[in-house]
């Protein structure tokens, strides 16, 4: 199928006569992230504390300042990933709602990423003993699983995700391109700071191919100075800055992947002659715009799967019960051992 394609309908149904019971959108463990993160960011911006915040989401990179740069883990965001956190919905609130046993629910989660599996077994992501999420399989792994069980792919019909928490919005959709992550913090940001429901839903300042993207975006009349960056040399000289006091950002997204999960390590691979014709980054990220704009919710406070989910169990975002589930903390960790 062309590159960009949107085959997530396609995907659930595969899933399912893989054998899995229910199939939920990670893209909403995305909107709890957006929720949660932009609520640090707002706070952080009051109290003045450990500026810039920098985004925590992938794996691969927050292992990297672990080990390189550990005297700036004050600054990463203490956000788990949209997995994680929506592992540990799953196991909580969606447990309790449907009467089952914790301990009888293995999450698995699809990832473009490879790190993914590291984290799904760092320590930190227990609750009562239990992790978040039990397994991860690549995108790639997916695919070979697909075609050992014969399954045309193509033929298939499209699946939607199952309820209660199958419904995602466009923030959510822009997390796998670099700049994404950002773009959607500041749209609930926005709006949360103004108390208004702001029109301003693009921030293209952060948005194309570049592996360091600086901008000043005015979020509620303030100057905020941002900086995306993708790639970890590209993050090397983003924390050089910080670390010798040259920096005068607010913000800071960092993903290891040049140009963000979207050319993860688990996803497909291209062949050179492929790659020599068509920019695969650039049509993968086209994708995911277009999924955004065709999108009914586009800002993530606006999901009324969220609204629900904060008003009947977590509370408000930041919160205590919303902070035990959703957040967690990083360590110094030896650049020689795992």
Not at 125 to 151: C, F, H, P, W
Request: aromatic share 6%.
């Amino acid at each position: 199928m062309e590159i960009g394609t949107n085959v997530a309908g396609k995907m659930v149904s595969a899933l399912k006569r893989l054998g899995f019971d229910k199939v939920f959108d990670t893209n909403t463990g995305a909107d709890f992230t957006i929720m949660e993160e932009a609520s640090e960011l707002i706070e952080r911006l009051e109290k003045k504390d450990h500026l810039p915040m920098i985004t925590s989401c992938s794996p691969g990179w927050v292992k990297y300042i672990e080990m390189n740069y550990p005297e700036l883990l004050p600054h990463l965001s203490s956000c788990k990933s949209p997995h994680q956190m929506f592992g540990a919905i799953l196991k909580t609130y969606f447990a309790e709602k449907e009467g089952i046993d914790p301990r009888k629910i293995y999450v698995v989660s699809v990832m473009p990423c490879i790190a993914k599996k590291f984290e799904r077994g760092r320590p930190e992501m227990k609750e009562d003993g239990l992790y978040d999420v039990d397994n991860v399989i690549t995108t790639r792994e997916l695919s070979r699983m697909i075609k050992q069980a014969n399954i045309e792919f193509t033929k298939l019909g499209d699946t939607a995700f199952d309820n209660p928490m199958g419904e995602a919005t466009g923030a959510a959709a822009i997390f796998g391109t670099t700049g994404g992550v950002m773009e959607a913090a500041l749209r609930t940001a926005q709006d949360v700071l103004t108390g208004e429901d702001l029109e301003k839903i693009d921030f293209k300042q952060v948005r194309g191919e570049e592996g360091i993207k600086r901008a000043t975006v005015n979020i509620a009349g303030n100057d905020l100075n941002v900086v995306a960056a993708s790639g970890l040399s590209n993050a090397r000289q983003i924390l050089e800055e910080i670390k010798n006091g040259t920096a005068n950002y607010q913000f800071v997204e960092i993903m290891a992947c040049p140009g963000g999960c979207i050319m993860g390590g688990g996803q497909p691979i291209k062949s050179s002659k492929i790659r020599r014709e068509v920019d695969v980054r650039k049509l993968r990220a086209d994708a995911l715009y277009t999924i955004d704009e065709r999108s009914t919710i586009r800002k993530s406070h606006e999901n009324p799967i969220l609204k629900k989910i904060y008003k009947d169990y977590l509370g408000a975002p930041g919160g205590e019960k919303a902070h035990k589930l959703l957040h967690t903390h990083y360590v110094e960790r030896d650049k020689y051992h795992i």
